[in-house]
C-alpha cells in the first residue's frame, strides 16, 4: 500500500488501497469483518511511514516501542467481497497531549462500505519502572509530518 | 469453546476461553489486536450455538444469513501474549426490536485486559427485493433463548 | 496483485507483489509462515484470473467450486519481515488429466525467500452422487489460457 | 490445546484438538487452507512445551529463537467445516543431528482429513557470525523429552 494525501469530498485525507482476497472472505461470501481491522491498521502504519516515521525504524532509532491501540471500533455499512478493490482514507480527528484519534473510510467505488475509528498512543517502555509501557507526549514533529501527509 | 452461564462480579454472563498461540502475536510479542475481534466474534457464536441457535443450523433450517455486525469496538487496556489462558465474557446489553447490543470482557486471571461490544442483527435475504439483505425483527424465542443461557 | 508474465533467469512465470505488514510478523519479527500460504493461493487465483477464469465468474457461470488444493508445501530459505516487497512468480510445473501442479517463488531484490508448490484440480459438484465433491478433467482451453499467461 | 501421548491405530503420538470457527472458513464453507499450517505449528509448540520445552521460556532462558521450519506441507483428503471438532496426532518421524521431522494427522470423528509434515531445527542467533540465524545440534535431553511425551 501506497500511503499519499488525496482531497475527497472536500476533506484531505491519506489514502491507500487493497484488493480483497479469496481467503479474506467468510462463509457468507464477504469479508471476514476482522480484517478489516488488520487493513486499518495497516494504514495507519503507511501513514506513519509516509510522515518518516516507519516502524522498524521508530522502534530501532527511537526506541519506540510502535502505535499501539487504546480503542478502535467501526461500523459495517456495506459488505465486501472477492476481488473487490477498497479505498482505504485515512485522516486525522483530533490530537491530544498523548493521543491521536484517527478515522477511516473504506470505499468501493466511491461507495462507503466501512467507517472505522482508532486511538493510538506513541509507546515507550519506561525503564525507570521496569520497562512499564506508556504513552510519550506526541513530539510536534510527529503531528506536523502526520499532519502534513494528509494535506 | 464451551459456552456457559458464568456469574461473576455481581453480573451474568456467558464465558468461553481461548489459549493464545505463538501465531497470535504480533513483533511486539503480544496479541495482534485484529485477532480479539475474531475471538469476540466467536465467543458470540458460541452464545448463540448454546441458545440452539447453531449458525449452520439456522443457515440451513431457517434461511438466516447469520448474525451479522453493524459495529463492532474495543477498548484495549492491557496486552495478552503467548499462551494466555484468556477467559471472555459476554452479555447482552440491549435487546432492540431488531438490533441487539453485546458487550466482551476479555480477562486473564481475573485481571480485564480487552473490552469489546458489538452491535448485531438477524440477517435474512429479502427474496421480494432482489436478495437485499435485511434485518428480521428479533423472535421472542430468540431473545429468550439467549437470556436463558446466559442466566 | 496484478498478474504478468514475467521472463526472469530464463524461465517463463506469472508474476504478482505483496507487501509484508506488521501484522503478517510474529514475535521473532519475521512474516509467519502461515501468510505465505494464503499469498501463494492469490498468486494462483491471479494467475487463473488473468487466464479469464475468475474465481466468482467460474463459480457463478460454471459451477465450479473453484481450484481446490489437493497438496501444498513450501521451503523456508530465508525470513521475511516487515515492509519486505516481495515478488511472487509463478508457472505450472506440469499438467495432468484432473490435476495441475503449479510451483512458487518468493523473492525480495531477486534473493529467494521460499520455494512453494501446490497440487490443484477444478472442482465440481456430482449432483448425481449426492453433490460429492470431484475433479473436472481440465479443459483445454484452460489450459491454454494459463499457459497462454505465463508465456 | 492440551498435549498428551496418545497411542492411536498402533501408532504413539501427542494430540490436541481444534474447533473450527466460522471466521476459519472460506466462501465454499470449509476451512480455509492456510489455517491448518498454524493449528499444525500450534500443535508442535504445544508438544515441545509438553516436554519443557515451551516457547517463551526457551527464548528467556536458552536464547534459542524458537523452533523455525524449513519445510512444511500437507496433503488435503478431506475438507473440514465450521463447528468441526478436530483432533491434531503429532509424531517425530525422524531426527537428524540438527533437524527434526514431524508427521502430522488431523482427524475428524476418526476420519483422516489432513496430513501434514514439517522440518525444524532449534534456531539459535550465532553472535560470533553477526547474529546470523543458525540451527543448533540437538541436545540429547530435548530429543529424549520429546520421545518421552509422544510415547
Given at each position: 500500500m501506497q500511503s499519499s494525501?488525496?482531497?475527497?469530498?472536500?476533506?484531505?485525507?491519506s489514502a491507500t488501497s487493497h484488493r480483497d482476497a479469496?481467503?479474506?472472505?467468510?462463509?457468507?461470501?464477504?469479508?471476514?469483518?476482522?480484517?478489516?481491522?488488520?487493513?486499518?491498521?495497516?494504514?495507519?502504519?503507511?501513514?506513519?511511514?509516509?510522515?518518516?516515521?516507519?516502524?522498524?525504524?521508530?522502534r530501532r532509532d527511537r526506541q519506540w516501542v510502535g502505535f499501539p491501540l487504546a480503542e478502535a471500533g467501526a461500523r459495517f455499512h456495506r459488505p465486501a467481497t472477492i476481488n473487490d478493490l477498497l479505498r482505504i482514507e485515512t485522516r486525522v480527528k483530533?490530537?491530544?497531549?498523548?493521543?491521536?484519534?484517527?478515522?477511516?473510510?473504506?470505499?468501493?467505488?466511491?461507495?462507503?462500505l466501512v467507517e472505522g475509528w482508532q486511538t493510538r498512543f506513541i509507546g515507550v517502555h519506561l525503564v525507570e519502572q521496569g520497562g512499564r509501557l506508556a504513552a510519550l507526549p506526541l513530539p510536534p514533529e510527529f503531528v506536523a509530518a502526520i499532519d502534513r501527509v494528509i494535506g
Amino acid at each position: 500500500m501506497q500511503s499519499s494525501p488525496s482531497p475527497t469530498a472536500g476533506s484531505a485525507c491519506s489514502a491507500t488501497s487493497h484488493r480483497d482476497a479469496f481467503g479474506d472472505c467468510d462463509p457468507a461470501n464477504i469479508v471476514y469483518f476482522p480484517n478489516f481491522y488488520r487493513w486499518l491498521d495497516q494504514a495507519t502504519h503507511d501513514l506513519c511511514e509516509a510522515a518518516g516515521f516507519e516502524l522498524t525504524a521508530v522502534r530501532r532509532d527511537r526506541q519506540w516501542v510502535g502505535f499501539p491501540l487504546a480503542e478502535a471500533g467501526a461500523r459495517f455499512h456495506r459488505p465486501a467481497t472477492i476481488n473487490d478493490l477498497l479505498r482505504i482514507e485515512t485522516r486525522v480527528k483530533e490530537w491530544r497531549p498523548k493521543m491521536f484519534l484517527l478515522e477511516h473510510r473504506i470505499l468501493r467505488d466511491g461507495m462507503l462500505l466501512v467507517e472505522g475509528w482508532q486511538t493510538r498512543f506513541i509507546g515507550v517502555h519506561l525503564v525507570e519502572q521496569g520497562g512499564r509501557l506508556a504513552a510519550l507526549p506526541l513530539p510536534p514533529e510527529f503531528v506536523a509530518a502526520i499532519d502534513r501527509v494528509i494535506g
